[in-house]
């Protein structure tokens, strides 16, 4: 399976950007998927999971209530949905797929896509 985000770019303070995920390639597998991030001299953190249903998300503290993440297994793509952007969500996104038991870490999966950058301004 190769992943393929999009969807990132310059945003303001305060805007809105979806980010997309399309899965290509062998996509029989049930995996859960995943959005991360990395912002200049920062480790990689997790942003969002959803599992395979769609019945279990999860996401880190600072971006509750402002970022959504669903995923659409018709059309093998992901999305995250960033709504009251703040400078401090600047960083790469990446999307990643896994079946692993840790989905909100980087160890829970073992696809990656090659990342879009989300810059927010003031």
């Known amino acids: 399976v190769q992943l393929q985000a999009s969807g990132g770019g310059l945003v303001q303070a305060g805007g809105s950007l979806r980010l997309s995920c399309a899965a290509s390639?062998?996509?029989?597998?049930?995996?859960?998927m995943g959005w991360f991030r990395q912002a200049p001299g920062k480790e990689r953190e997790f942003v969002a999971t959803?599992?395979?249903?769609?019945?279990?998300?999860d996401y880190r503290d600072s971006v509750k209530g402002r970022f959504a993440i669903s995923r659409d297994n018709a059309k093998n793509t992901g999305y995250l949905q960033m709504n009251s952007l703040e400078l401090e969500d600047t960083a790469v996104y990446y999307c990643?797929?896994?079946?692993?038991?840790?989905?909100?870490?980087?160890?829970?999966?073992?696809?990656w896509g090659q990342g879009t950058l989300v810059t927010v301004s003031s």
């Open positions: 390639g062998r996509t029989s597998r049930r995996y859960h």
């Open positions: 990643a797929a896994g079946s692993g038991a840790r989905p909100m870490s980087v160890g829970g999966y073992d696809i």
């Open positions: 959803i599992n395979w249903t769609g019945h279990r998300r």
